[in-house]
């Protein structure tokens, strides 16, 4: 195994979070999601420093937290937002930190998992279908470029996609 981190990348609702926690109890390995971890460190919502703020200086957030979190973290999964790999930089930085695994899943399976969700401002619009189809056609060939594993996670439970995820980084 690359490293001694792991890394779950891919679009919202592809599972990061979710996934990311019952990976790090089979691994015994702590367990960290940028998108908490700001939330904390902020005291506020995502959808209020959206709201407050804009999307660059969440961006920028994500940036500082990632270049916090480079030299120390040390068996960890750690689960991104889904935004994350969109700055060249910030995939430079989470290769280095661990064996990065991108999440796939298709616009379908995101808009079923996510209907009825407020707390992602990306997608709280009038048309989340263009918007989810649009980012997810500008930001796979970072995912890809970024990820030394790709686990398809369309139609399939959390559990068994642990359990892939275990087998491919063997
Ligand atoms: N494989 C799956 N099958 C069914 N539901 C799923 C699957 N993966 C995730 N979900 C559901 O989709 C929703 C979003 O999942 P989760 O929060 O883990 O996504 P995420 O990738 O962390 O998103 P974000 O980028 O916004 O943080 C949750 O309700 C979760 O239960
Ligand atoms: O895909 C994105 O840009 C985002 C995903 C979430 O994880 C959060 O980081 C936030 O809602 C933005
Ligand atoms: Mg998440």
Redesign the pocket.
């Known amino acids: 195994m690359k490293g001694k981190n792991i890394i779950l990348i ?10 990311g926690k019952i990976l790090s109890e089979k691994l015994n390995y702590d367990f960290k999601d940028t ?1 908490e971890m700001i939330e904390t460190l902020e005291d506020t919502t995502i959808n209020n420093i959206f709201r407050l703020h804009g999307e660059e200086f969440f961006r920028d957030l994500e940036t500082t937290l990632l270049l916090s979190l480079k030299d120390t973290m040390r068996n960890t999964v750690l ?1 991104t ?2 935004g994350m790999p969109v700055r060249e930089s910030n995939r430079k930085i989470l290769k280095e930190m661990g064996q990065v695994v991108f ?1 796939r899943a298709s616009a379908d399976s995101i808009l079923k ?2 209907s009825g969700d407020t707390t ?1 401002p990306l997608l709280k619009n009038k048309n989340p279908k263009e918007t989810a189809e649009r980012l997810l056609a500008q930001r796979t060939p970072y995912y890809e470029e970024a990820a030394d594993v790709i686990i398809d ?1 369309d139609n ?3 559990d068994d ?1 642990v359990g892939e995820i275990l087998n491919a980084i063997k």
């Not at 891919?10 to 996934?19: A, L």
């Open positions: 891919g679009f919202m609702g592809s599972g990061k979070t979710s996934v998108d689960s937002g889904g999440l998992r996510l992602r996670t399939k439970a959390i996609i």
